[in-house]
């Protein structure tokens, strides 16, 4: 095959390149008018008649990738431009990417606190030992003629390098240096190898200070051109080590960095992390190959691509599948510089690749750059053959000596983390490449990695019924207790009023589950009588639903739906059925449960408690009038551009000890969640029906919120909240004006602790200062025991707050919530409000795509 293989480069000699196959056709965006929303039914059928899709087949290795900044042609029916060239649009967008938003309130004096057992630790940061002192020269640079390629124009630039200072650094249209120009305009001419004349023109911006997150900006581009000496391959935004990849059955696993570099509370401060990246072989070409050929062949082809994330090797990035167009191919044109071209010619002329099977369709990508620029119109196509595809399967993970491998290699124990990220920091420190850009900028880093002081919280009391108090342990588990300690609340009559639908080959299953459900609901506290049985002859969905609305006549507490075997489709359908339809919670077992007999009927009880609207356990609060609030976001499976919003509020803990869900739907485009005060004031006239009085403190913990989206967050919905609260309290002619503290949940951070070297450290640590951020009222906390691997801490970024509570007492605060989700008799890593509001959110949009019945809103039915 050769040169000719699918989808791979054939070297190109000077004499073979033309000037058209240096600079690349302008990327076009393509609109909502285009073709993709056009009625596909006629093209499709043509389609799938006339191709059964036996065209040349291939074996795609991992190809090794060449880094290019442009993307896949984004084709526009309007000929309107990308915005992923030079100009304004792309420095904005970086500039945003590291932009400081300074959200400390400004009467929080400190936020370091005093209580609990001072214990030290290590960090994943490295201290920049030599700060900067140079001044930073910023120039925009223009070509003429126009070249699209950055690699190329940095090409073009290097001629000049010897003017342009030592080190300096161009991304494509911003050149960096420590040397400032003679003029404000400064043009120069240089000749490619193909003898085409360019004249450069390099404008002068002005001066980077420390304080401009340009200058953060700079610090990453260095420290990214050091790590290039390392033979490193960027794939999306990362940089992996294609030499070291593992081979694991039918992936590869790329080891990598993900690093960044920014001022910290003292000092500037290199985080650096381990990363891997799961590489597949197969491609979607070869997915819709195996698709079934049948009369829903265009359905199966999108059940199996859809939401899938792939990598193009042309220019190493990463796109999330949003559409398959049947009504278009390879020969399909767009306009490209004023010409029509087709998709075959373009990957031929820009990239030298030859597209094998003309009559694919094509994918649709959502751009996500202008997506967040308010453009979610704009899509970019691409080519099945050419996109790799990332991640596991479903049947991957189903594999047990797969998953097990794979997690030998990625949750690394903390003594195995700290020995990989100090052989980074000797490779950075030793390399010649590397070595040469740090010394070229004055830049040292420290060789050891940072200590920090961390503070470790008392473990709490869990309260169980007749307030009988146990200690949570220094793991914080409590699952042990359950056997000698009743329930918080549960039914005074007990579950007296219930269904269970059981296929006739498993009632022998179900007894023994029965049995065992019984004996361990009794030593809980928890009175559990005998079901109203349902044989049905089948288990098929529609069987199951048959029976559920039998059942539902009779008007049942609970119905528990007993299953051979785990069934996504069926599970999705009683669950709609039981809370969009019904009204009443619905319990799914399978035969699987009495592998553990006693164990598993212990938390099947404990979550049929929860579904009744009781509670199992509490802790110890030291405030009453509280409610504290989770918000979580979570997209729909079936409509990527649709979302759905859960919050779930605790009313005051002190009386009660109940909570209080509801759901919304909203824009998954959307950063600000559009229907949260509705939200919110719902949960506020619940706790003003319980209690006769509004809150006197709200916790409200935001979760779902990216980095990028913090200053939106901080501008406009805690403004509102804080607006509309006021207004809320005055309604009612409150007494006390609102007292609440909006908070900013991050489970995807960065940061590791280690304690001694080789340990994690216990659950309650908390760390407020050296890797926390002097613009954020912030700290860490780890919440949660972790047996493998190394634990991962939460981030909580306090945004506002006038509760009048002292840093010490908001940490051990948000520690307590972390005690109170019941689906699991431990701490979790976020406020247990938080926990429900995923859990709510993801089950609405993967299984109901559809807002469940108010009349569950006080009820766990979504656990």
């Given at each position: 095959m050769g040169d000719q293989e699918r989808g791979r480069r054939r070297p190109l000699d000077d004499s073979d390149r033309s000037p058209r196959s240096v600079q690349e056709p302008r990327a076009k965006v393509f609109r909502d008018n285009g073709p993709h929303n056009r009625d596909r039914s006629e093209a499709s059928r043509s389609y799938r008649g006339a191709s059964s899709y036996h065209g040349a087949s291939t074996s795609r290795g991992i190809v090794g990738s060449t880094a290019c900044a442009v993307e896949a042609p984004s084709v526009s029916g309007a000929s309107a431009p990308s915005t992923h060239g030079s100009g304004p649009n792309t420095e904005r967008r970086r500039v945003d990417r590291y932009e400081i938003v300074n959200s400390r309130p400004a009467d929080i004096v400190t936020k370091r606190g005093q209580d609990g057992t001072p214990i030290k630790l290590l960090s994943n940061f490295y201290r920049l030992k030599t700060k900067p002192q140079w001044r930073i020269v910023h120039y925009h640079v223009d070509f003429a003629p126009e070249v699209e390629v950055v690699r190329v124009r940095c090409g073009i630039l290097s001629e000049h390098a010897r003017i342009l200072g030592t080190g300096y650094l161009f991304d494509g249209a911003q050149l960096f240096t420590t040397k400032k120009f003679e003029q404000d305009v400064t043009v120069l001419q240089a000749t490619s190898k193909q003898g085409v004349n360019y004249t450069i023109t390099i404008k002068f911006v002005g001066y980077i200070s420390a304080a401009e997150p340009r200058f953060l900006q700079v610090l990453n581009l260095i420290l990214r051109r050091s790590m290039k000496g390392l033979n490193l391959e960027q794939v999306g935004r990362n940089l992996f080590d294609p030499h070291a990849r593992i081979k694991l059955f039918e992936v590869e696993l790329w080891p990598g960095y993900e690093t960044s570099i920014r001022q910290h509370e003292s000092d500037i401060l290199v985080c650096a992390e381990i990363t891997h990246k799961v590489m597949r072989s197969e491609t979607i070409y070869d997915i819709l190959k195996r698709t079934t050929h049948s009369d829903r062949y265009i359905e199966e082809c999108r059940l199996n691509t859809l939401g899938l994330v792939v990598l193009t090797d042309y220019n190493n990035k990463t796109y999330r599948i949003n559409e398959l167009d049947f009504s278009q191919s390879p020969l399909s044109t767009f306009n490209c510089k004023g010409k029509d071209t087709t998709f075959v010619e373009y990957y031929l002329t820009k990239y030298n690749i030859r597209i094998r099977d003309h009559r694919q369709p094509l994918i649709l990508s959502k751009n996500r750059d202008k997506a967040q620029n308010n453009k979610a119109n704009d899509i970019v196509l691409?080519?099945?053959?050419?996109?790799?595809?990332?991640?596991?399967?479903?049947?991957?993970?189903?594999?047990?000596?797969?998953?097990?491998?794979?997690?030998?290699?990625?949750?690394?124990?903390?003594?195995?983390?700290?020995?990989?990220l100090q052989t980074f920091n000797r490779r950075l420190q030793t390399t010649a490449d590397s070595v040469k850009v740090l010394k070229d900028w004055n830049m040292q880093l420290d060789d050891k990695l940072i200590e920090v002081q961390g503070r470790v919280i008392a473990p709490q009391r869990i309260v169980f019924n007749n307030r009988s108090r146990v200690s949570a342990g220094d793991n914080a588990d409590w699952t042990r207790y359950f056997r000698d300690q009743q329930m918080l609340t549960t039914p005074r009559e007990g579950l007296d009023r219930w269904a269970v639908i059981v296929p006739e080959r498993n009632l022998r299953?179900?007894?023994?589950?029965?049995?065992?459900?019984?004996?361990?609901?009794?030593?809980?506290?928890?009175?559990?009588?005998?079901?109203?049985?349902?044989?049905i002859k089948d288990d098929c969905t529609s069987t199951y639903i048959q029976a559920l609305d039998d059942c539902a006549r009779c008007d049942p507490k609970l119905i528990l739906c007993f299953f051979a075997r785990n069934n996504p489709e069926r599970y999705a359908a009683i669950k709609k059925r039981g809370y969009v339809d019904r009204a009443i919670p619905t319990q799914v077992v399978t035969t699987n449960a009495n592998r553990n007999g006693l164990s598993v009927a212990t938390k099947i009880a404990i979550q049929i408690n929860c579904k009744l609207g009781y509670t199992p356990w509490m802790i110890e609060l030291p405030l009453s009038g509280l409610m504290t609030i989770?918000?979580?976001?979570?997209?729909?499976?079936?409509?990527?551009?649709?979302?759905?919003?859960?919050?779930?509020?605790?009313?005051d803990l002190q009386q009660n000890s109940t909570f209080f869900s509801t759901v919304a739907e909203c824009s998954a485009y959307d950063v600000l969640a559009n229907n949260l005060w509705p939200m919110i004031l719902k949960a506020l006239r619940q706790y003003e029906r319980e209690h006769k009085k509004l809150p006197t403190r709200i916790i409200f913990y935001r979760d779902g919120v990216s980095s990028g989206s913090l200053k939106q967050l901080f501008e406009y919905e805690v403004k509102d909240i804080v607006e509309k609260l006021d207004a809320e309290y005055k309604r009612v002619s409150s007494t006390t004006a609102p007292m609440l503290a909006y908070i900013v949940v991050t489970k995807s951070s960065n940061t590791r602790f280690f304690l001694d070297s080789m340990r994690n450290p216990p659950p309650g640590t908390v760390v407020d200062d050296v890797v926390t951020l002097p613009e954020r009222y912030d700290f860490y906390l780890?919440?949660?025991?972790?047996?493998?691997?190394?634990?991962?801490?939460?981030?909580?970024?306090?945004?506002?707050?006038?509760?009048?509570?002292?840093?010490?007492?908001?940490?051990?605060?948000?520690?307590?919530?972390?005690?109170?989700?019941?689906?699991?008799?431990?701490?979790?890593?976020?406020?247990?409000?938080?926990?429900?509001a995923n859990k709510l959110a993801t089950l609405v949009g993967t299984h109901l795509h559809a807002i469940p019945q108010c009349a569950l809103e006080k009820k766990f039915y979504y656990l």
């Amino acid at each position: 095959m050769g040169d000719q293989e699918r989808g791979r480069r054939r070297p190109l000699d000077d004499s073979d390149r033309s000037p058209r196959s240096v600079q690349e056709p302008r990327a076009k965006v393509f609109r909502d008018n285009g073709p993709h929303n056009r009625d596909r039914s006629e093209a499709s059928r043509s389609y799938r008649g006339a191709s059964s899709y036996h065209g040349a087949s291939t074996s795609r290795g991992i190809v090794g990738s060449t880094a290019c900044a442009v993307e896949a042609p984004s084709v526009s029916g309007a000929s309107a431009p990308s915005t992923h060239g030079s100009g304004p649009n792309t420095e904005r967008r970086r500039v945003d990417r590291y932009e400081i938003v300074n959200s400390r309130p400004a009467d929080i004096v400190t936020k370091r606190g005093q209580d609990g057992t001072p214990i030290k630790l290590l960090s994943n940061f490295y201290r920049l030992k030599t700060k900067p002192q140079w001044r930073i020269v910023h120039y925009h640079v223009d070509f003429a003629p126009e070249v699209e390629v950055v690699r190329v124009r940095c090409g073009i630039l290097s001629e000049h390098a010897r003017i342009l200072g030592t080190g300096y650094l161009f991304d494509g249209a911003q050149l960096f240096t420590t040397k400032k120009f003679e003029q404000d305009v400064t043009v120069l001419q240089a000749t490619s190898k193909q003898g085409v004349n360019y004249t450069i023109t390099i404008k002068f911006v002005g001066y980077i200070s420390a304080a401009e997150p340009r200058f953060l900006q700079v610090l990453n581009l260095i420290l990214r051109r050091s790590m290039k000496g390392l033979n490193l391959e960027q794939v999306g935004r990362n940089l992996f080590d294609p030499h070291a990849r593992i081979k694991l059955f039918e992936v590869e696993l790329w080891p990598g960095y993900e690093t960044s570099i920014r001022q910290h509370e003292s000092d500037i401060l290199v985080c650096a992390e381990i990363t891997h990246k799961v590489m597949r072989s197969e491609t979607i070409y070869d997915i819709l190959k195996r698709t079934t050929h049948s009369d829903r062949y265009i359905e199966e082809c999108r059940l199996n691509t859809l939401g899938l994330v792939v990598l193009t090797d042309y220019n190493n990035k990463t796109y999330r599948i949003n559409e398959l167009d049947f009504s278009q191919s390879p020969l399909s044109t767009f306009n490209c510089k004023g010409k029509d071209t087709t998709f075959v010619e373009y990957y031929l002329t820009k990239y030298n690749i030859r597209i094998r099977d003309h009559r694919q369709p094509l994918i649709l990508s959502k751009n996500r750059d202008k997506a967040q620029n308010n453009k979610a119109n704009d899509i970019v196509l691409l080519i099945p053959e050419l996109c790799r595809v990332t991640g596991l399967t479903d049947d991957m993970r189903k594999k047990m000596d797969f998953m097990r491998a794979l997690a030998n290699h990625t949750r690394m124990n903390p003594g195995r983390r700290i020995e990989r990220l100090q052989t980074f920091n000797r490779r950075l420190q030793t390399t010649a490449d590397s070595v040469k850009v740090l010394k070229d900028w004055n830049m040292q880093l420290d060789d050891k990695l940072i200590e920090v002081q961390g503070r470790v919280i008392a473990p709490q009391r869990i309260v169980f019924n007749n307030r009988s108090r146990v200690s949570a342990g220094d793991n914080a588990d409590w699952t042990r207790y359950f056997r000698d300690q009743q329930m918080l609340t549960t039914p005074r009559e007990g579950l007296d009023r219930w269904a269970v639908i059981v296929p006739e080959r498993n009632l022998r299953d179900l007894k023994q589950l029965l049995d065992n459900l019984h004996r361990a609901a009794r030593g809980m506290g928890f009175n559990i009588q005998k079901p109203r049985e349902s044989w049905i002859k089948d288990d098929c969905t529609s069987t199951y639903i048959q029976a559920l609305d039998d059942c539902a006549r009779c008007d049942p507490k609970l119905i528990l739906c007993f299953f051979a075997r785990n069934n996504p489709e069926r599970y999705a359908a009683i669950k709609k059925r039981g809370y969009v339809d019904r009204a009443i919670p619905t319990q799914v077992v399978t035969t699987n449960a009495n592998r553990n007999g006693l164990s598993v009927a212990t938390k099947i009880a404990i979550q049929i408690n929860c579904k009744l609207g009781y509670t199992p356990w509490m802790i110890e609060l030291p405030l009453s009038g509280l409610m504290t609030i989770g918000f979580d976001i979570a997209k729909c499976s079936r409509n990527r551009s649709k979302a759905y919003g859960a919050l779930v509020a605790s009313m005051d803990l002190q009386q009660n000890s109940t909570f209080f869900s509801t759901v919304a739907e909203c824009s998954a485009y959307d950063v600000l969640a559009n229907n949260l005060w509705p939200m919110i004031l719902k949960a506020l006239r619940q706790y003003e029906r319980e209690h006769k009085k509004l809150p006197t403190r709200i916790i409200f913990y935001r979760d779902g919120v990216s980095s990028g989206s913090l200053k939106q967050l901080f501008e406009y919905e805690v403004k509102d909240i804080v607006e509309k609260l006021d207004a809320e309290y005055k309604r009612v002619s409150s007494t006390t004006a609102p007292m609440l503290a909006y908070i900013v949940v991050t489970k995807s951070s960065n940061t590791r602790f280690f304690l001694d070297s080789m340990r994690n450290p216990p659950p309650g640590t908390v760390v407020d200062d050296v890797v926390t951020l002097p613009e954020r009222y912030d700290f860490y906390l780890v919440s949660q025991t972790v047996r493998q691997g190394t634990v991962s801490p939460t981030s909580y970024n306090v945004l506002y707050s006038n509760i009048r509570l002292s840093p010490d007492q908001l940490q051990k605060l948000t520690y307590k919530m972390c005690h109170l989700y019941y689906n699991w008799s431990g701490t979790t890593r976020v406020p247990a409000v938080c926990q429900y509001a995923n859990k709510l959110a993801t089950l609405v949009g993967t299984h109901l795509h559809a807002i469940p019945q108010c009349a569950l809103e006080k009820k766990f039915y979504y656990l």
